[in-house]
């Protein structure tokens, strides 16, 4: 008899990470999943808060992905998108999956948001793409530093790796202090995964 493959679980979520999303969500996560041929690999650490920067991101399809993950995952997880997307009548549906606009000719309010916003969380996780852009980048931005700085919150390593199907969740990565150093260091950890567009990561 063959073992059933677990691509994603609600276990793989600390308890107190967890949302409170319903049995239909969480299962409508998990067939969506399934139905892609897509695995999450790893445990989310048990820390009070988390910055997730999740790369490469290269396609518009990386959204739909996280999104299934998220439901499939059960996590409490807000997650920063260009202000563009949240346009009248769209905008009450991007704020109820957690979205958090981005207005990139104002970093520092945005800073400013996402801090009061985990400020008034018990324990919450944030999740950014450094790339700030589908296409392919030499710099990635730098917020998510300053943000995990500003919050006393911890880095997480999130990869999309298109050639396994897999979403893996790495390792905690602790800054040194350092931004050009971190940042080298958190983009070459990336190089050995490809997205979905595999030209642009």
Do not use: C
């Not at 695995?39 to 790369?55: N, Q, T």
């Not at 996590?75 to 009450?92: E, H, M, T």
């Not at 000719?105 to 400013?112: K, V």
């Amino acid at each position: 008899m063959s073992k059933k493959i677990i691509r994603i679980s609600e276990d793989q979520v600390p308890k107190r990470l967890r949302g409170n999303r319903t049995r239909f969500l969480k299962l409508l996560g998990r067939v969506g999943i399934n139905l892609s041929g897509w695995k999450v690999k790893g445990m989310v650490p048990d820390e009070e808060r988390i910055i997730i920067i999740a790369a490469p991101h290269t396609s518009n399809w990386d959204f739909i992905l996280a999104m299934v993950a998220i439901f499939g995952l059960n996590i409490n997880i807000r997650w920063l998108g260009k202000d563009s997307i949240f346009k009248p009548g769209f905008k009450w549906f991007f704020n109820w999956l957690g979205g958090i606009p981005v207005n990139r000719e104002d970093p520092n309010a945005l800073i400013d948001s996402v801090v009061k916003i985990v400020e008034k969380e018990k324990a919450i996780v944030i999740a950014m793409t450094p790339e700030g852009t589908r296409k392919k980048v030499v710099r990635w931005k730098t917020g998510f530093l300053r943000i995990a700085k500003l919050t006393q919150a911890k880095i997480l390593l999130i990869s999309i790796n298109s050639p396994t199907k897999t979403i893996l969740i790495g390792n905690i990565f602790e800054p040194t202090g350092n931004t050009e150093l971190d940042l080298n260091f958190i983009q070459d950890y990336y190089q050995s995964f490809k997205g979905i567009n595999p030209e642009q990561s």
